[in-house]
T-cell receptor, first 115, second 111 residues
Framework: DAGITQSPRHKVTETGTPVTLRCHQT?????MYWYRQDPGHGLRLIHYSYGVKDTDKGEVSDGYSVSRSKTEDFLLTLESATSSQTSVYFCAISGMIPGPNSPLHFGNGTRLTVT | EDKVVQSPLSLVVHEGDTVTLNCSYE??????LLWYKQEKKAPTFLFMLTSSGIEKKSGRLSSILDKKELSSILNITATQTGDSAIYLC???????????FGKGTHLIIQP
C-alpha cells in the first residue's frame, strides 16, 4: 500500500463536533492529498500539500482545514462536522507532481459518518 | 475547470466477455491520463498514458490514449469475476493539485 496509513479507519461522530483524520506516510514523498469519495461524485480533491507547511485548497475545501508540520503527516480537520461530510476520505501521496512516472498512491481510506 | 467523463457508469457482463470502458476529458495543460481499479478499499494504479496511439498492456487489460479526440479506452478481454470493480479514470495537468477523477465505471462480471 505504498507505505500510507490512515487513521482512524472508521469513525462515527455527531453533528457539530470537531474531527481530525490522520494520514501518515513512510515514503518521504513531497506531495500529499486528501480526497473524498461519494456515490455519484467520484473522488474529489479537498486539500493538498506540496511540502511541509505548504498547503492549498482543492475543489471541495469548504468546512475543512489541513496541516502538515512534518513530511510524513498530513492532517485533515473538520472544525464542526455536518451530515454532508459523511463520506469515505482517502489520502494519497506522490513523489513528484503527479504525472509521468509518478502516479498517486492511495491509503485504505477512512469511513466517516456524521449523525 | 478540468473535467473527466466516464461511460458507461455501470456495466454488467458475463464471464469471458470483452468490455470497453470509455473516458473523455477536458483539462488545461494535459500531462497524463491514468486508470485505477478500485475494489473494496484504495484505488490501485493500472496504467498511465501520456502519448497518443501507444497501447499499454498488462495481461488481459490494455489501454490507449487519443489526444486528438481527448479520450481513452480501457479494454478487458476474457473477463473474470475478479475483474468486478469500479474503474476510475483520472487526468493530471501541470500543477501540483493532483488528479481530476471521473465518476468511475462500476463493472460487474457475472459467472
Amino acid at each position: 500500500d505504498a507505505g500510507i496509513t490512515q487513521s482512524p479507519r472508521h469513525k462515527v461522530t455527531e453533528t457539530g463536533t470537531p474531527v481530525t483524520l490522520r494520514c501518515h506516510q513512510t515514503e518521504n514523498h513531497r506531495y500529499m492529498y486528501w480526497y473524498r469519495q461519494d456515490p455519484g461524485h467520484g473522488l474529489r480533491l479537498i486539500h493538498y500539500s506540496y511540502g511541509v507547511k505548504d498547503t492549498d485548497k482543492g475543489e471541495v475545501s469548504d468546512g475543512y482545514s489541513v496541516s502538515r508540520s512534518k513530511t510524513e503527516d498530513f492532517l485533515l480537520t473538520l472544525e464542526s462536522a455536518t451530515s454532508s461530510q459523511t463520506s469515505v476520505y482517502f489520502c494519497a501521496i506522490s513523489g513528484m507532481i503527479p504525472g509521468p512516472n509518478s502516479p498517486l498512491h492511495f491509503g485504505n481510506g477512512t469511513r466517516l459518518t456524521v449523525t | 475547470e478540468d473535467k473527466v467523463v466516464q461511460s458507461p457508469l455501470s456495466l454488467v457482463v458475463h464471464e469471458g466477455d470483452t468490455v470497453t470502458l470509455n473516458c473523455s476529458y477536458e483539462v488545461t495543460n494535459f500531462r497524463s491520463l491514468l486508470w485505477y481499479k478500485q475494489e473494496k478499499k484504495a484505488p490501485t494504479f493500472l496504467f498511465m498514458l501520456t502519448s497518443s496511439g501507444i497501447e499499454k498492456k498488462s495481461g488481459r487489460l490494455s489501454s490507449i490514449l487519443d489526444k486528438k479526440e481527448l479520450s481513452s479506452i480501457l479494454n478487458i478481454t476474457a473477463t473474470q469475476t475478479g475483474d468486478s470493480a469500479i474503474y476510475l479514470c483520472a487526468v493530471g495537468g501541470k500543477g501540483a493539485d493532483g488528479l481530476t477523477f471521473g465518476k468511475g465505471t462500476h463493472l460487474i462480471i457475472q459467472p
